[in-house]
C-alpha cells in the first residue's frame, strides 16, 4: 500500500504550488499521540525506516484535471500551476487506475492572502525549543519529549498572534526534514500557532539521515523563491534563531530584497553571545537596521506595540 505523508496546496498571487510526498505503507497505522513518550518516541524512529515511492510516475487529480507526476529519489514532487483556486480544491492521487490514501481532511491548503505584511519562519528554536545547538539535546528532545510538551517561545508566539490580525501568508522554512512533518504541524496545532505551509528539507531514511549533508543553500534559495513569486508591493517579517545560519541567511536576503523587508526577529538562545555569534549580529544590523536579536528580557510590549502601529496603518 501506499499513501501521501504530505502535501501542501498554496497560492502566490499568480500561481499555485503543490508539493507532496508518498510512502509504502498504510495511512491508518501513523500515530497521532500528542502525550505518549513511548509512542511519540516509536513514532520519531518510524518515520526514519519509511520508505518512500521514489521515481515514481502517478496521476494528480486536481479539480478534475489531470496532472503527470514524477517523485525525485526522495519520494518527493512538486507541480507549479499558473491559476489559483480561492477555495480549497478536490484532489486525488492514482497510480495505474488505483487511488492512494491521503489524510484530505488534513491537507494543507494555503490560498493567497492580499495582506501587507508576510511572515517567513523557522521553527526550531524560533518557534518552540529544540536545542539544535547540540546534537544529543537535539536528539533527547526530539525522541522524548511528545508534542504536547514541547516548549514554546513565548516572544515569537506573542508577535505572531499581533501579525495574524493582518491575516498574512505564513511561510515555516525550516532545515528539518520531512519526516518530523507530522509532528511539527501537531505542535503548532496544539500551541494555537497561525496556519503556515511547510518548507522543509527531503524525507530521509535512517541510513541518509546518517550519511547526506544537507543543502547549505536550502534556506536562501527556498526563501528568494516565495518572495519572487509573491506579489512585489508584498512586505515580509522574518523570524529566526542564533542556532544555525539564520542571521547569515536573514542578511543576504535583507540585502537582496531591503525595500520589502519590515522587520526581522532573532531569538537569542544563550544569555552569553559568542563572538563569533555577535559579529554575525552586529553584520546583520548594519544591512538592516530594523531587526531585533530578543530574548527573555526583550520588552515584548514595546514590539507588540510596534507591530501593531505597523500593522494597522498598512490596513
Known amino acids: 500500500m501506499k499513501y501521501a505523508w504530505y502535501i501542501s496546496i498554496v497560492e502566490f498571487h499568480a500561481k499555485t504550488i503543490v508539493q507532496g510526498i508518498i510512502v509504502k505503507g498504510n495511512l491508518k497505522g501513523r500515530n497521532q499521540n500528542s502525550?505518549?513518550?513511548?509512542?511519540?518516541?516509536?513514532?520519531?524512529?518510524?518515520s526514519y525506516f519509511k520508505t518512500t515511492e521514489k521515481n515514481s510516475k502517478f496521476e494528480f487529480y486536481l479539480n478534475g484535471d489531470i496532472y503527470l507526476i514524477q517523485t525525485n529519489k526522495h519520494g518527493s514532487f512538486n507541480i507549479e500551476i499558473n491559476k489559483i483556486f480561492k477555495k480549497k480544491p478536490d484532489i486525488e492521487i492514482k497510480q495505474l487506475g488505483k487511488t492512494i490514501e491521503c489524510d484530505y481532511e488534513s491537507l494543507g491548503y494555503f490560498p493567497y492572502r492580499n495582506s501587507p505584511f508576510d511572515i517567513i519562519s523557522d521553527i526550531d528554536d524560533t518557534i518552540y525549543v529544540s536545542n539544535t545547538a547540540s546534537f544529543f539535546k537535539r536528539i533527547k528532545t526530539l525522541t522524548f519529549i511528545p508534542s504536547s510538551k514541547r516548549k514554546m517561545i513565548d516572544f515569537t508566539q506573542k508577535l505572531f498572534s499581533i501579525i495574524n490580525m493582518g491575516n498574512p501568508n505564513i511561510y515555516f522554512v525550516s532545515k528539518s526534514e520531512f519526516n518530523l512533518a507530522p509532528i511539527i504541524l501537531q505542535i503548532l496545532q496544539l500551541n494555537k500557532v497561525p496556519n503556515g505551509t511547510l518548507f522543509l528539507t527531503p524525507f530521509l531514511n535512517f541510513n541518509q539521515l546518517i550519511t547526506t549533508k544537507k543543502d547549505s543553500n536550502f534556506k536562501i534559495e527556498t526563501i528568494t523563491s516565495i518572495m519572487n513569486q509573491s506579489n512585489p508591493n508584498k512586505r515580509y517579517i522574518l523570524f529566526g534563531d542564533d542556532t544555525q545560519r539564520d542571521m547569515e541567511v536573514y542578511e543576504r536576503i535583507a540585502r537582496s530584497f531591503k525595500n520589502r523587508i519590515a522587520r526581522i526577529y532573532i531569538h537569542q538562545t544563550k544569555m552569553?553571545?559568542?563572538?563569533?555569534k555577535l559579529n554575525l549580529w552586529n553584520k546583520l544590523k548594519t544591512t538592516f537596521p530594523n531587526s531585533v536579536y530578543f530574548n527573555k528580557n526583550t520588552d515584548i510590549e514595546k514590539e507588540l506595540e510596534l507591530l501593531n502601529e505597523l500593522i494597522s496603518i498598512k490596513n
Not at 505518549?36 to 513514532?43: K, M, S
Open 35 to 46: 502525550s505518549n513518550i513511548v509512542l511519540h518516541l516509536f513514532t520519531v524512529i518510524e
Open 272 to 276: 552569553n553571545v559568542r563572538k563569533r
